[in-house]
């Protein structure tokens, strides 16, 4: 079985500072990690995966995420927030054997204040 | 290029009755995937075509639910008698492959059941 886990309803951040969204994950055997962001009324939008290979990964929109295999962690990071950045995050999990069925975590509310 | 559409965006049916929506995935996407969201149950997976072929519908909540995927492209998402359980909103999205290929997501279809 594969879970993933978003610690974080909701993460509040002013404008220009650092934002970081959670993440830690479950799976047997290697993990593939991804990060979608969803607007108000809007389908899910990708932002970066991991698959192999540098565990800091880069990603759209200036968004970057880092796998730490040890801690099972595959945090979500932007250095300065815009307000823009508002949104519902999404990390999802999938591996080998379960032929791209994500399995999403609960979601994590993104306010960023001006 | 075009992305994934899907219809209609707005669904409000009766309880009892049958409805259909209806996927486009990307051109050349060989993958489909329906998902859910709803407030209760976060984001689930349903089902998923490479080609025609439904390998795994294990995601699929009842026998009320079924899909087909006709030509390699355009899927219908089936659900028989509908309750009210089953409002939510019904994502698709698709893949170049299976795995590790990137997921794009459609706008999704809000279905209310009254």
């Known amino acids: 079985a594969q879970s993933v886990a978003q610690p974080e309803d909701q993460v509040n951040v002013a404008e220009g500072n650092p934002l970081t969204v959670k993440c830690t994950y479950s799976?047997?055997?290697?993990?593939?990690l991804f990060w979608y962001v969803q607007y108000p009324n809007r389908g899910l939008q990708f932002l970066l995966k991991?698959?192999?290979?540098?565990?800091l990964v880069k990603g759209s929109y200036g968004f970057e995420a880092e796998f730490n295999k040890s801690q099972t962690s595959f945090h979500l990071k932007k250095p300065s927030a815009l307000v823009s950045d508002s949104a519902l995050y999404f990390c999802a999990v999938t591996k080998g054997d379960s032929w791209g069925k994500l399995q999403f975590g609960a979601g994590t509310q993104v306010v960023v204040t001006p | 290029g075009a992305g994934v559409s899907q219809s209609p965006s707005n669904k409000v049916t009766e309880k009892g009755k049958d409805v259909e929506l209806r996927c486009d995935p990307i051109s050349g996407h060989t993958a489909l995937y329906w998902y859910r969201q709803s407030l209760g149950q976060g984001l689930e997976f349903l089902i998923y075509f490479q080609g025609n072929s439904a390998p795994d519908k294990s995601g699929l909540p009842s026998d009320r639910f079924s899909a087909e995927r006709t030509g390699g492209s355009v899927s219908t998402l089936t659900i028989q008698r509908t309750q009210q359980e089953d409002s939510a909103v019904y994502l698709c999205?698709?893949?170049?492959?299976?795995?590790?290929?990137?997921?794009?997501f459609g706008p999704g279809t809000r279905l209310t059941v009254l």
């Open positions: 799976v047997s055997g290697n993990p593939y």
């Open positions: 991991y698959i192999t290979g540098d565990n």
């Open positions: 999205a698709s893949s170049l492959g299976l795995d590790t290929d990137t997921q794009y």
